[in-house]
Structure formats: structure tokens, C-alpha cells
């Protein structure tokens, strides 16, 4: 399967079931409080398939583009309704009834991500451990006295087991705090206290990578530069490099870890490099040309090798992470919960001004990320999955007419007033809600297009 279809499968299985799940939540919800369902559909334009089930004769059917589904109720506001069905219309069910119904949808999300982060959890995996590397310099981490090989144990007394859940904690420190105390351990096994000032994540509107700007970054170990693989018809191998050659230098210049090789070969694309290298105890020269990659924006060499790393380095990088069945039932539902108040607030500080729009990601990003974590492999590609179905799951919770939560919304203005909104007031709700959902699908849609073309 070619790259592009690749990301595309990964993009579309996410999104069929995100999208199924959702409207399943609608439709349980209903049949629980005995509403009428007509149709159940996922995607929208043609259709490709559709067949009738049950007493109540629903439709179900799947549209061209899976970009969204519906749940289509007997109800008085969309036509005329049968006499004997008029106590099954959604219209005439109570406000409680009719809130849980709308409700279903989106709290079907949160279900679904807590289900799927308890199922990672108790599967387990390798992780990577929370091993700081050299800072960079006049970086907020390098202000703080971080050195190279130290191990995080603990940020502001919260224990840190893996480089993930470091991560995590710096991100949701960042928001609230101006700075965080981290428990380190290092090499020489003696603990050491620093302090990190987080005020230059949130620069640039949180565009970008935040860690990258504290000048965290994770550990780099001291590998002999020796070729461990080589990509099939890729620079190095035409160029006549070998697997188990140690490159010893770069046009004159010593290289003593492959570190440096990987920093003079990214600064080099495009450019002949001369590499010594040790070959069955013999020195040899290769003549290589990294070629031109685009990352992160710019313009990066690489030449299609990759390190020979030994089973001792795995084990000291690495740590298995599993959980038993109550534990990762707890961690799944504090996750999801974490994940879902740190979305609101992301919300919150785009509204105010001090989150930057760029970070509002469109079909394009997530179909590139979908891509990403599939070939990570499957517990990647799950949490990614848990982690867009909280995504939605808020982002239908939102006060905005047309979405899940605005029509919450206008359930509770009428037990407030104690009557239904006008037709009118629903009317230009709906319109309002339109212009909003189509301003935020324009600037996601524009983020994806600035992102693929500055790479």
C-alpha cells in the first residue's frame, strides 16, 4: 500500500468509527426513552448503502463522504406524525428525556476513549523513560542547571514513570504555572532538585513544539556512529557504505558518536561529504550526498542509515508499562478526563488571544497524524484514536447552535423560561451556529494548507 493510501485507510477507520460510535450514543439514548428512529446514517451525498431493520423499519444507510453521520427522529417540527406515534415523537418528550438524547452522542466519545486507553493500559507496552539530554543553550532548561543522562523522578511531587507522561505534565503545568520543581536523579545515582521556569512554552501563541522551546529535550546516549541498517536504494548504500562500517570522520573532521554524525549529515543536504570509516579493521572513504528532506519547515540532509543500536541500550532507555485491570481503569478515566479539561482550556486561551488559531488542526493534519501513529504501530494508533474521540466528544459540547451542545443550550433556556425557543429564535440560532462551524473549518482547513506547504 502506497504512503498516501496508507495515511488515507488509517485517516478513514478513525473517523467511521469516532462518527459511528457518536451517532450510536443518539440513537441507544432514543430507543431507551422510546423515540422513533427513521434513519441512522453515516457520511453524507450519495448513497452507497442502505437497508431497513427492525419493528420500526429504521433506515440505516452510509453516504459517499464519511465526513459525518445523523440520527433522523420522528418529530412534529419535521413533518406530519401519525396520531398513534405522537407520543414517540422527540418534540413530546420531556426536556431531561430530550437532553439525555442529544447528550448520548458526545459522553458515547469520552466512553469510547476511556474504553480504548483501558485496553492500552492493560496490554502495556515499552516507553520510553523520562532521561533529559543536553539543553540547549540560554534555554529556560538550561537555566535551570539540566544536564545531560539526569532521569526526571517527579514534577512539582507527582511521580513520572515514562517520557510520555512527562511530557503531559509540563504541557498541563505550562498552562497554569509560571514554573515547576523537578526531582532528578543522575548518573552518579544522587537526587538534585531544579527548578524550570515555563513561561517560553507558551511563546508564539503555543505554535510549535513547547518543550523544544524550554530546551527539553530527551536523552541522546553516547552510540559508537557505527551503521547499523541501511535503506534499500537510499544515499548510503549507493554511495558504497556497509552495515557494521564505524565512521570515524567527515571531511577531516573526527566524529566520536553518532550524534555527530547525525548533526553534520542534517546540516549537509545537498552536499558531498566524505566519510572515513573502519571497515574489517581496515580504513576506507566514502563519498556520499545527503539528500534534501523537509522538516519541521526547513530543509534537512539524510542519507538512509540507521544506527546499530545493542539490546543493553534498549533496556536502559525503555521500561515496560502494564497495568492491572482496576489500576487502568483508573488511569484510563483520569486520562480521559485530563485530556478533555486541557482541550476546554486550549479553547478558552484561543478565545482570549493567548493560544494562536494555527494550532486548530483540519481533516489534512489528522489524516497525517492518523498515518503517523498507525505506523508506530497499534497502541499508538489507539490512543491517537481515544485521544481525537475526546476531541469530539468536547468539541460537540460546545454552546454553539447546530452542535450538540447548543442544542443542551436551548434546553436549558426553556426550563428557564419554562416554554420552548421560537421557531425564529431556533432559526437564526442555527444560522449563527453555521457562520461559527464554517469561520472554524476555514481557519483548520487553511492551517492544514500553510502547514503541508511550509512542511
Same mark, same amino acid.
Given at each position: 500500500?502506497?504512503?498516501?493510501?496508507?495515511?488515507?485507510?488509517?485517516?478513514?477507520?478513525?473517523?467511521?468509527?469516532?462518527?459511528?460510535?457518536?451517532?450510536?450514543?443518539?440513537?441507544?439514548?432514543?430507543?431507551?426513552?422510546?423515540?422513533?428512529?427513521?434513519?441512522?446514517?453515516?457520511?453524507?451525498?450519495?448513497?452507497?448503502?442502505?437497508?431497513?431493520?427492525?419493528?420500526?423499519?429504521?433506515?440505516?444507510?452510509?453516504?459517499?463522504?464519511?465526513?459525518?453521520?445523523?440520527?433522523?427522529?420522528?418529530?412534529?417540527? =419535521?413533518?406530519?406524525?401519525?396520531?398513534?406515534?405522537?407520543?414517540?415523537?422527540?418534540?413530546?418528550?420531556?426536556?431531561?428525556?430530550?437532553?439525555?438524547?442529544?447528550?448520548?452522542?458526545?459522553?458515547?466519545?469520552?466512553?469510547?476513549?476511556?474504553?480504548?486507553?483501558?485496553?492500552?493500559?492493560?496490554?502495556?507496552?515499552?516507553?520510553?523513560?523520562?532521561?533529559?539530554?543536553?539543553?540547549?543553550?540560554?534555554?529556560?532548561?538550561?537555566?535551570?542547571?539540566?544536564?545531560?543522562?539526569?532521569?526526571?523522578?517527579?514534577?512539582?511531587?507527582? %511521580?513520572?514513570?515514562?517520557?510520555?507522561?512527562?511530557?503531559?505534565?509540563?504541557?498541563?503545568?505550562?498552562?497554569?504555572?509560571?514554573?515547576?520543581?523537578?526531582?532528578?536523579?543522575?548518573?552518579?545515582?544522587?537526587?538534585?532538585?531544579?527548578?524550570?521556569?515555563?513561561?517560553?512554552?507558551?511563546?508564539?501563541?503555543?505554535?510549535?513544539?513547547?518543550?523544544?522551546?524550554?530546551?527539553?529535550?530527551?536523552?541522546?546516549?553516547?552510540?559508537?556512529? &557505527?551503521?547499523?541498517?541501511?535503506?534499500?536504494?537510499?544515499?548510503?548504500?549507493? *554511495?558504497?557504505?556497509?552495515?557494521?562500517?564505524?565512521?570515524? %570522520?567527515?571531511?577531516?573532521?573526527?566524529?566520536?558518536?553518532?550524534?555527530?554524525?547525525?548533526?553534520?549529515?542534517?546540516?549537509?543536504?545537498?552536499?558531498?561529504?566524505?566519510?572515513?570509516?573502519?571497515?574489517?579493521?581496515?580504513?576506507?572513504?566514502?563519498?556520499?550526498?545527503?539528500?534534501?528532506?523537509?522538516? !519541521?519547515?526547513? $530543509?534537512?540532509?539524510?542519507?538512509?542509515?540507521?544506527? %546499530?543500536?545493542?539490546?543493553?541500550?534498549?533496556?536502559?532507555?525503555?521500561?515496560?508499562?502494564?497495568?492491572?485491570?482496576? =489500576?487502568?481503569?483508573?488511569?484510563?478515566?483520569?486520562?480521559?478526563?485530563?485530556?478533555?479539561?486541557?482541550?476546554?482550556?486550549?479553547?478558552?486561551?484561543?478565545?482570549?488571544?493567548?493560544?494562536?488559531?494555527?494550532?486548530?488542526?483540519?481533516?489534512?493534519?489528522?489524516?497525517?497524524?492518523?498515518?503517523? $501513529? *498507525?505506523?508506530?504501530?497499534?497502541?499508538?494508533?489507539?490512543?491517537?484514536?481515544?485521544?481525537?474521540?475526546? $476531541?469530539?466528544?468536547?468539541?460537540?459540547?460546545?454552546?454553539?447552535?447546530?452542535?450538540?451542545?447548543?442544542?443542551?443550550?436551548?434546553?436549558?433556556?426553556?426550563? &428557564?423560561?419554562? !416554554?420552548?425557543? $421560537?421557531?425564529?429564535?431556533?432559526?437564526?440560532?442555527?444560522?449563527?451556529?453555521?457562520?461559527?462551524?464554517?469561520?472554524?473549518? *476555514?481557519?483548520?482547513?487553511?492551517?492544514?494548507?500553510?502547514?503541508?506547504?511550509?512542511?
Amino acid at each position: 500500500m502506497s504512503g498516501l493510501a496508507f495515511y488515507l485507510a488509517a485517516f478513514l477507520v478513525v473517523l467511521c468509527v469516532l462518527i459511528v460510535v457518536h451517532e450510536l450514543g443518539h440513537y441507544l439514548a432514543a430507543r431507551y426513552c422510546d423515540v422513533k428512529v427513521l434513519r441512522f446514517s453515516v457520511g453524507f451525498g450519495r448513497v452507497l448503502w442502505q437497508r431497513r431493520v427492525g419493528r420500526d423499519q429504521t433506515e440505516w444507510a452510509l453516504g459517499l463522504f464519511p465526513l459525518g453521520g445523523y440520527v433522523k427522529m420522528l418529530d412534529e417540527r =419535521e413533518g406530519a406524525v401519525d396520531a398513534s406515534e405522537l407520543h414517540r415523537a422527540f418534540n413530546r418528550k420531556s426536556v431531561g428525556q430530550r437532553s439525555l438524547i442529544v447528550a448520548a452522542g458526545p459522553l458515547a466519545n469520552f466512553i469510547l476513549a476511556i474504553l480504548l486507553f483501558w485496553g492500552v493500559f492493560m496490554y502495556g507496552g515499552n516507553e520510553l523513560l523520562p532521561i533529559l539530554g543536553t539543553p540547549a543553550a540560554g534555554s529556560p532548561a538550561a537555566a535551570a542547571g539540566i544536564a545531560n543522562g539526569e532521569q526526571v523522578r517527579a514534577v512539582d511531587g507527582q %511521580a513520572v514513570e515514562t517520557w510520555n507522561d512527562f511530557r503531559w505534565l509540563i504541557l498541563q503545568k505550562a498552562v497554569a504555572k509560571e514554573s515547576v520543581d523537578l526531582e532528578l536523579i543522575n548518573e552518579s545515582r544522587e537526587i538534585a532538585l531544579r527548578r524550570l521556569h515555563l513561561k517560553a512554552a507558551g511563546e508564539q501563541g503555543w505554535e510549535g513544539d513547547a518543550l523544544q522551546r524550554l530546551g527539553l529535550a530527551f536523552f541522546r546516549p553516547n552510540i559508537p556512529a &557505527v551503521v547499523g541498517k541501511l535503506v534499500g536504494g537510499g544515499p548510503g548504500e549507493r *554511495a558504497g557504505l556497509q552495515v557494521g562500517d564505524l565512521v570515524r %570522520a567527515i571531511n577531516g573532521a573526527a566524529v566520536s558518536t553518532w550524534q555527530d554524525l547525525v548533526i553534520r549529515v542534517r546540516d549537509s543536504a545537498g552536499q558531498s561529504l566524505r566519510l572515513e570509516v573502519l571497515r574489517q579493521g581496515a580504513i576506507a572513504t566514502v563519498d556520499v550526498v545527503p539528500e534534501a528532506v523537509s522538516e !519541521r519547515g526547513r $530543509s534537512v540532509g539524510k542519507i538512509g542509515v540507521a544506527v %546499530a543500536e545493542s539490546s543493553d541500550t534498549q533496556r536502559e532507555l525503555y521500561t515496560f508499562v502494564r497495568y492491572g485491570f482496576f =489500576e487502568a481503569g483508573g488511569k484510563a478515566l483520569e486520562e480521559t478526563w485530563d485530556k478533555s479539561v486541557f482541550s476546554l482550556v486550549m479553547l478558552g486561551k484561543m478565545l482570549t488571544g493567548e493560544v494562536s488559531w494555527k494550532n486548530l488542526s483540519g481533516p489534512v493534519t489528522i489524516a497525517d497524524y492518523a498515518g503517523q $501513529s *498507525a505506523r508506530l504501530g497499534v497502541d499508538y494508533y489507539i490512543k491517537f484514536m481515544a485521544l481525537v474521540s475526546i $476531541s469530539l466528544g468536547v468539541l460537540n459540547l460546545l454552546p454553539i447552535p447546530v452542535l450538540d451542545g447548543g442544542h443542551l443550550m436551548y434546553h436549558m433556556i426553556e426550563v &428557564v423560561r419554562r !416554554r420552548p425557543l $421560537s421557531e425564529r429564535a431556533m432559526e437564526i440560532g442555527q444560522q449563527i451556529g453555521l457562520s461559527i462551524l464554517f469561520i472554524l473549518m *476555514a481557519f483548520a482547513f487553511f492551517n492544514d494548507i500553510n502547514r503541508l506547504i511550509s512542511g
